[in-house]
């Protein structure tokens, strides 16, 4: 397992930025692929970002194509989602995750737990 907490979410007006941030634990970091998702109220979980063990793949929801930015940083056991021109349909819980790889974070086959999430509130 590969134990996570985020953080960086809050409250930002339509069009702003911010950056979220996942913390790792444990030795077998680099060998995971890593995924964001997010759930909005009343809806289910979805896939909004995703990048392979050593960061030089990544993929994108259609949705947020162009506006997020996935990235790691393996030395530091730490995964970031960079959102930028950020609307009101964004807000949700966000939650980072870590799978076996790119396309299993995808298909939303995890390894290991959910974490808390980070809220992330767009105001229009």
């Known amino acids: 397992q590969v134990p996570l907490v985020e953080s960086g979410g809050g409250l930002v007006q339509a069009g702003g930025s911010l950056r979220l941030s996942c913390a790792a634990s444990g030795r077998t970091f680099s060998s995971y692929a890593m995924g964001w998702f997010r759930q909005a109220p009343g809806k289910g979980r979805e896939f909004v970002a995703a990048?392979?063990?050593?960061?030089?793949?990544?993929y994108y929801a259609d949705s947020v194509k162009g506006r997020f930015t996935i990235s790691r940083d393996n030395a530091k056991n730490m995964v970031y989602l960079q959102m930028t021109s950020l609307k009101s349909e964004d807000t949700a819980v966000y939650y980072c995750?870590?799978?076996?790889?790119?396309?299993?974070?995808?298909?939303?086959?995890?390894?290991?737990?959910w974490g808390q999430g980070t809220q992330v509130t767009v105001s229009s």
């Open positions: 995750a870590a799978g076996r790889d790119s396309l299993a974070i995808r298909n939303m086959f995890i390894i290991g737990s």
């Open positions: 990048i392979n063990w050593s960061g030089g793949s990544t």
